[in-house]
């Protein structure tokens, strides 16, 4: 699978930290109990897939059960501020390029070329994107790795959070985040736009390989087998994320531990974050573990 490929399923769906493990495979669990340390109550963290075919999405008894028993919800940013206009007109300014950089300043016009026929196709003049960070572009070329055509017809598409959120809120509990959505846009300024165009075109290409489409059913599949170190384990065999894995996914994590830590001291909270944050050595599991608290699987 071409590496820009999987970065895409990996900036949508969450997964991805791309190290060999060096210590035991953590055991097969989305759901993880956190305990020890001087909490009072037990926390919970509970790895998503950002979008997933409504046929394949599920939470366990014991998953619905630790959202009942919690007190607050924290994703890895507000999701309620997804709905907030007033907040979302200011990070819509963001995907832009900064100065008059445009998609044909950074691709040669075979790619242009490229770049235009795909969007023109799903009804996107391309017009309308030249000067949007390709990276979000990205986002938009994965039409044919989100339908995974259950036949003839697109399959319908859930979000994991939009789900969880919809239970917080019918419980009436807070809802917070580890991070803010200014501090996940501003991460893709430190990408190189040329890098970023590379992505965005080879990203295009790799939907036109069944292959691709292959192996992102099987990412799915070991998601639905809650195999969270399994998921890294095969993200590393293909080729990472550009060398970008500190920037996306590593920093991040060591970042999210004290605020973790200073929440679960405040009360019982439900964490729902992408599953690839879980795994691997620099995964949030193994990270708590190190500050010396008790990590159970729940099934």
Same mark, same amino acid.
């Given at each position: 699978?071409?590496?820009?490929?999987?970065?895409?399923?990996?900036?949508?769906?969450?997964?991805?930290?791309?190290?060999?493990?060096?210590?035991?495979?953590?055991?097969? #669990?989305? *759901?993880?109990?956190?305990?020890?340390?001087?909490?009072?109550?037990?926390?919970?963290?509970?790895?998503?897939?950002?979008?997933?075919?409504?046929?394949?999405?599920?939470?366990?008894?014991?998953?619905?059960?630790?959202?009942?028993?919690?007190?607050?919800?924290?994703?890895?940013?507000?999701?309620?501020?997804?709905?907030?206009? #007033?907040?979302?007109?200011?990070?819509?300014?963001?995907?832009?390029?900064?100065?008059?950089?445009?998609?044909?300043?950074?691709?040669?016009?075979?790619?242009?070329?490229?770049?235009?026929?795909?969007?023109?196709?799903?009804?996107?003049?391309?017009?309308?994107?030249?000067?949007?960070?390709?990276?979000?572009? #990205?986002?938009?070329?994965?039409?044919?790795?989100?339908?995974?055509?259950?036949?003839?017809?697109? #399959?319908?598409?859930?979000?994991?959070?939009?789900?969880?959120?919809?239970?917080?809120?019918?419980?009436?509990?807070?809802?917070?985040?580890?991070?803010?959505?200014?501090?996940?846009?501003?991460?893709?300024?430190?990408?190189?736009?040329?890098? @970023?165009?590379?992505?965005?075109?080879?990203?295009?290409?790799?939907?036109?390989?069944?292959?691709?489409?292959?192996?992102?059913?099987?990412?799915?599949?070991?998601?639905?087998? @809650?195999?969270?170190?399994?998921?890294?384990?095969?993200?590393?065999?293909?080729?990472?994320?550009?060398?970008?894995?500190?920037?996306?996914?590593?920093?991040?994590?060591?970042?999210?531990?004290?605020?973790?830590?200073?929440?679960?001291?405040?009360?019982?909270?439900?964490?729902?974050?992408?599953?690839?944050?879980?795994?691997?050595?620099?995964?949030?599991?193994?990270?708590?573990?190190?500050?010396?608290?008790?990590?159970?699987? *729940?099934?």
């Amino acid at each position: 699978m071409k590496r820009t490929g999987l970065f895409l399923i990996a900036l949508i769906m969450g997964l991805g930290q791309m190290f060999a493990q060096q210590t035991p495979a953590l055991e097969k #669990s989305l *759901l993880w109990e956190v305990s020890g340390n001087g909490l009072s109550s037990p926390s919970y963290i509970y790895g998503t897939i950002h979008m997933i075919n409504k046929a394949d999405f599920f939470l366990t008894d014991a998953t619905l059960e630790a959202m009942t028993d919690s007190e607050r919800f924290t994703f890895e940013i507000d999701m309620e501020d997804m709905s907030d206009v #007033s907040k979302m007109m200011p990070l819509l300014m963001k995907s832009f390029m900064i100065g008059d950089t445009t998609l044909a300043d950074l691709l040669s016009d075979e790619e242009y070329e490229s770049v235009r026929a795909h969007f023109e196709k799903i009804g996107l003049p391309l017009m309308f994107l030249e000067r949007i960070k390709p990276m979000f572009l #990205s986002a938009m070329t994965g039409e044919n790795m989100l339908s995974m055509q259950g036949g003839e017809q697109e #399959s319908e598409i859930v979000s994991y959070e939009m789900e969880i959120m919809k239970t917080a809120k019918a419980n009436k509990m807070p809802i917070e985040g580890l991070e803010t959505a200014e501090f996940q846009m501003s991460m893709f300024d430190s990408i190189p736009y040329k890098v @970023q165009a590379n992505m965005l075109v080879e990203s295009i290409k790799a939907n036109s390989d069944t292959t691709e489409d292959k192996q992102l059913e099987e990412m799915v599949q070991m998601y639905k087998d @809650q195999d969270v170190d399994g998921m890294v384990a095969m993200m590393d065999d293909e080729g990472g994320i550009g060398g970008y894995e500190d920037l996306l996914l590593v920093n991040r994590n060591k970042k999210w531990i004290p605020i973790m830590q200073e929440m679960m001291k405040d009360k019982t909270t439900f964490f729902a974050v992408g599953a690839g944050h879980l795994g691997g050595t620099y995964g949030v599991i193994r990270l708590l573990k190190a500050q010396g608290y008790t990590l159970k699987p *729940l099934y």
